[in-house]
Nanobody, 119 residues
Framework: QVQFVESGGGLVQPGGSLRLSCAAS????????AGWYRQGPGKEREWVAG???????NYPDSVKGRFTISRDNAKKMVYLQMNSLKVEDTAVYYC?????????????WGQGTQVTVSS
């Protein structure tokens, strides 16, 4: 079973930035699409960024222009650069591999990393 280890979260003021990292223990990392997701207090998990194995990226409107997903296939890492953070970005952030359109079917998740945006 693939293991995901997310890191880089923390407490940041509105307008600040954070860079999240995710390490995935999988044999052929480069063959997978990858995505970042988040679950805010009292909310369902939602998709926030996706990167195809070829490097094409996609974002929902709520984070477009503020978040940037990237990957390093050699290191089996996925990153999420988050700028202009808002209070509503507060959530536990997770990564996963596979098409982000299917994420509701995924049962294997890491522990996530907490991002708190507050003044």
């Amino acid at each position: 079973q693939v293991q995901f280890v997310e890191s880089g979260g923390g407490l940041v003021q509105p307008g600040g930035s954070l860079r999240l990292s995710c390490a995935a223990s999988v044999n052929i990392f480069s063959m997978y699409d990858a995505g970042w997701y988040r679950q805010g207090p009292g909310k369902e998990r939602e998709w926030v960024a996706g990167i195809q194995r070829g490097g094409t990226t996609n974002y929902p409107d709520s984070v477009k222009g503020r978040f940037t997903i990237s990957r390093d296939n050699a290191k089996k890492m996925v990153y999420l650069q988050m700028n202009s953070l808002k209070v509503e970005d507060t959530a536990v952030y997770y990564c996963n591999l596979g098409p982000w359109t299917n994420y509701r079917r995924y049962s294997n998740w890491g522990q996530g990393t907490q991002v708190t945006v507050s003044s």
